[in-house]
């Protein structure tokens, strides 16, 4: 049978109810127990699950009903499960993060009050209230994360439309992950600081591209969640635009990674021309989207979630290392190679960057000879007549790097250290004695790029060599597409670009959070500013009376 009882007055959000819930149904002598806020949707979810009893019929949104089935009779069980329901709403409102009490307020304006810096809402409380809540942030001028679900199409693009005019941003709705200089909001992972903004209309699939970010030895700036609906025919991507604007102006945002589902075509060639009008790398994942082009002027596009994920993890590390180059615009590339195949998959790389053919005579070991472009194998044929491979004896490329002094028009050097058995004691010192006396006569300025092939092991230890280099102020990467891209952007004139600053938002986030009190509590472990607004449907939840409310105030 089903014991029934209503506790008046007393609104809490789904998921704390849902966990009391599973809780009360141990209790001895009790089949299960369902707790729930006595909303019209709710209602009907009693009676479809067999758990209606006509007390329920007149209670309120702000009424939680309890229904208990068991085939125990006696009354008492439902004094028993009104303590324990007591005990445990009890609990959940002292229940804080790193033990600190949470600061909670029952009023939108006394919310404010207690936190006056707060430039977010985070909202996760019924669909069918969101948009309210979620119009009375944006007229406090703060930005707008709703996590919430089952708001309608034109509250979404309503609310959109305010925050563009506003210069505010809403996330959402349905939007389940988003990351602010490192505060977590919704459902997030705890992510190493590095320089990839990520935007996503997909809240896993941004939870997996940064994953997979971490997994490559990158971190991220900021993660911007859209909501599922963003990029649809209706929206038009008012929010993607938005997030754009906002990560195009963080100079910590280096390199861009969007992820989408599948966008109405109209809309995703917007997005790309927002992408392009912005100087920044972006890796472009569309799902369901094949591009005929893997790149696009500064747009790389990506199949998988995988695939962008290695493509923003090789464009950060060169955006990084750009970051401390020299300013070389407008020079050449010159690469004096010591392993043959090395040479020929430089080359390759770099004709597919700069629009050029490589040579495929190969004559002299010349592998690209293009436009002033140079990659050079000097363990041809043609360089070893009557001397050792260069990997034993250096003397031929360390001269022709000295001879660069004389090469002005030489911008950028690519390198190769190739260690292991049967090589040098010590390549690089070798190499680095050849750098100090070209830089000695240059007088104009020259990237020097290498990469070292071998491992820790090695007699002559990878990483040893990979801080020699360092120290002789080449710029060491990991694999040949970093070093070649990194190559091909610094002698790239970027297009120039209107001074921006980042919006309040990307520079710390504090949170005014209605709905579900665990995600006030990760934002209060974290040591974000949060206060917990105890938010209940206005007017006993009669949405047209509390709208004439809101005319009258």
Known sequence: MIHAFIKKGCFQDSVSLMLISRKLSETEGVDDVSVMMGTPAN??????????????????????????????????????????????LESAGQAGGNGQKLVQARRWESACQKLPKANLALISIAGEYAAQLANQALDSDKNVMIFSDNVSLEDEIALKTKAREKGLIVMGPDCGTTIVAGTPLAFANVMPQGNIGVIGASGTGIQELISQIALGGEGITHALGLGGRDLSAQVGGMSALTALEMLSGDTQSQ???????????????????AMQAQSKPVV????????????????????????AARIA?????????????????GGKISGLFTGGTLAAETAMLLAEQLGVEADDAHHHGTMLDADGHRVIDLGDDFYTVGKPHPMIDPSTRNQMIKDLANQPEVGVLLLDVVIGYGAQENPAATLAEAICALKAKRATPLAIIATVTGTEQDPQCRSGQRAILRDAGVMVMDTLPQATQLASSLIASAPAQAEQSAPSLLDGVAVINAGLRSFAQDLQATSTAVVHFQWAPIAGGNLHLARLLARLQ
């Open 43 to 88: 209602k009907t979810l009693l009676e479809n699950t067999g758990f209606w009893h006509k007390d329920f019929t007149g209670a309120t949104p702000n009424d939680i009903c309890v229904a208990i089935r068991s085939e125990n009779e006696d009354a008492a069980i439902v004094q028993l499960i009104c303590q324990q329901l007591d005990s445990a």
């Open 255 to 273: 390199v861009l990674a969007f992820v989408s589902k599948p966008p109405a075509e109209a809309v995703r060639k917007k997005v790309i021309a």
């Open 284 to 307: 472009a994942l569309f799902l369901g989207h094949k591009s005929a082009t893997k790149r696009d002027g500064n747009i790389w596009f990506a199949d998988t979630i995988d695939e």
């Open 313 to 329: 993890c090789l464009l950060g590390s060169v955006e990084r290392a750009r970051a401390l180059s020299p300013n070389v615009v």
